[in-house]
């Protein structure tokens, strides 16, 4: 249903040496660049980010979050490393989340502008 995401960021520069550290693990990279916006994906590109001076304020009680798909638990696992490694912060430990399915793994942080995001394999 959605094509792709777009996201505003304070800097560039770190946000890239996050996402691409978060991403890899799920089979995502940085497809498209420059000194103003950065393009993930696996094929083409899902998740825009571009610089801007006005990012949306983080609010953890809004409920906005993305979600990644990984290919399995590992990766979930490695993505949630890598991510607090790159300077995110934890916000849900790898683990089935069962209340979702029965095999719902994921795994939850928060990137380096307030983003809170996910990466989840199962569910089915």
Known sequence: MIDHVSLGVRDLIATK????????????????????SLGYGR??????????????????????????????????????????????????APGLRTAYAPDYYAAFVIDPDGYRLEACCGGT
């Not at 040496?17 to 103003?36: E, H, I, K, V």
């Not at 979600?67 to 949630?80: E, K, L, N, Q, T």
Request: with cysteine; hydrophobic share 45%; charged share 20%.
């Open 17 to 36: 040496r996050f996402y691409d550290a978060a991403l890899a693990p799920l089979g995502y990279a940085c497809l498209s660049g420059d000194a103003t």
């Open 43 to 92: 094929d083409r590109v899902r998740l825009w980010i571009a610089a801007t001076a006005r990012p949306v304020p983080a609010d953890p009680a809004s409920g906005l979050h993305i979600c990644f798909d990984a290919p399995d638990r590992r990766a979930v696992d490695a993505f949630h490393a890598a991510a607090l490694e790159a300077g995110g912060s934890d916000n849900g």
